[in-house]
């Protein structure tokens, strides 16, 4: 089955981090953009970074210097390092990928930012 597994959320402090980690599965990402996507309780899904497969990369504002997204093709996995992470970071992350042929999203991932 074609499908992309996301993996890494959980509950973290503020100011704590988290890697989340997005696998292909039946299908090869490295000629895919890559992007993560997130969706807070009453809120519209909204991007959070994207990398094309020539690795340039595209950032919210309300993550950039914070977060990171990185691809690593031989695992066929993009990564989003999340660091200094702030309550209203909380939200379902989802990965996505974009290509001439395929437009696949994941089950999603909880991350909760709370003390």
């Known amino acids: 089955q074609v499908q992309l597994a996301e993996s890494g959320g959980g509950l973290v402090q503020p100011g704590g981090s988290l890697r989340l980690s997005c696998a292909g599965s039946?299908?090869?990402?490295?000629?895919?953009?890559m992007g993560w996507f997130r969706q807070a309780p009453g809120k519209q899904r909204e991007l959070v970074a994207t990398?094309?497969?020539?690795?340039?990369?595209n950032y919210a504002d309300s993550v950039k210097g914070r977060f990171t997204i990185s691809r690593d093709n031989a695992k066929n996995t993009v990564y989003l390092q999340m660091n200094s992470l702030k309550p209203e970071d909380t939200a379902i992350y989802y990965c996505?990928?974009?290509?001439?042929?395929?437009?696949?999203w994941g089950q999603g991932t909880q991350v909760t930012v709370s003390s």
């Open positions: 996505n990928l974009q290509s001439t042929t395929n437009s696949l």
């Open positions: 990398i094309t497969s020539t690795r340039s990369t």
């Open positions: 039946r299908i090869i990402i490295s000629i895919a953009t």
